[in-house]
Each structure stands twice: as structure tokens, then as C-alpha cells.
């Protein structure tokens, strides 16, 4: 205790996060996924750990993507998905190829927007709560990494400009997340 003394200046009350990030106010889904993705591009340039920057990727989807009750990654081993880093309630686990929302992107290596889950074939309802979904698979080269996967409450949350924008963010990044 030698080291503390009276005239010691006080401690900083706040410290400036590393990473501060915020979406534009703007309800245009164009400018929404720009932003994510240049935020996505920032966080994860230069670092070489794919699930560092896959939950990274993650955090900023929840905090920029409005309406969702999950967004996180399944990652491909040894032919399964594999749940990675994710932001919502407690999830599947294990997928296997071709079951499912991710198992059908995976195995086609296609986006799938559905508008209705419960009237997909063999949607898996991890969460009772979802009602739509967009899957994009992850694939870097002729490598499939895994999938990027979110899930909404909100029927037909997904359309074409988030097919848009979540496949850019995917090309953009896929290098560094496998």
C-alpha cells in the first residue's frame, strides 16, 4: 500500500472503447448494410483468429440489423455444421448437410431467404420464437467455411436488399473467417 498516496490524480471515470461502432440513423437497408459492412471490414482486418472475428461480426449484425432474435455463424467440421459465435438465446448445436435452413445454404452453397419457416421443409426450430430466416453460406475460394445465419420474430423480416447486403458482407470477409 505504499504506492497509493492522497495526491494521487483520481481515476479515469470512463475509458474510450477500442472499437466504437454505431449504425447510421436510417431506416434505408442499403445504408444500414454498408455501414455494417465497413465496420466489419475495420474489426476484422488484421486479425488472423476466424471465431475472434466471427463473433465480432456478430455483435456488430445484432447491434446494426433491427428485428432479429438470433445472428451468429455455424462453422463447418468434419461434414456438420458446428454452432460458432453468436448473439441470441441458447442454439442447435450440430446440422447436418442438407437439413434444415443452414444445412440446405450449406449443401447448395446458396442464400436462403424464407419468408416462413414454419413452412420450410425440415426447418429446425431452435427457437420457437423465429419466423423468418436468411442463411448465407461462408465460402472462401472452393472452401466452404460454414454459414452465416439469422433468425426474426418478425414474419418475412428478410428481403432482397438483405440477401444483398448480408452476401456482400460475406464476400467481403469470408478470408479472414476460416
Known sequence: MDNLKDDAPPARAYIRPMYDFAPADSADKATLHADLIAAADAITAGE?????????????????????????????VDGELV????Q??????RIPLGRGVCGTAAATRATQLVADVHV???HIACDAASASEIVVP??????????????????????????EGLEALVARI???LG
Request: aromatic share 12%; hydrophobic share 55%; proline share 6%.
Open 138 to 163: 461462408v465460402v472462401d475460394g472452393e472452401r466452404l467455411i460454414g454459414v452465416l445465419d439469422l433468425d426474426s420474430p418478425v414474419a418475412a423480416r428478410f428481403d432482397e436488399a438483405d440477401r
Open 120 to 122: 420450410f421443409p425440415g
Open 48 to 76: 488472423a483468429d476466424a471465431v475472434a472475428n466471427m463473433a465480432n461480426v456478430a455483435a456488430l449484425i445484432w447491434q446494426f440489423l433491427p428485428d432479429l432474435n438470433w445472428a451468429g455463424f455455424y462453422r463447418m
Open 83 to 86: 454452432l460458432g459465435p453468436f
Open 174 to 176: 469470408a478470408g479472414r
Open 88 to 93: 441470441g438465446k441458447a442454439a442447435c448445436i
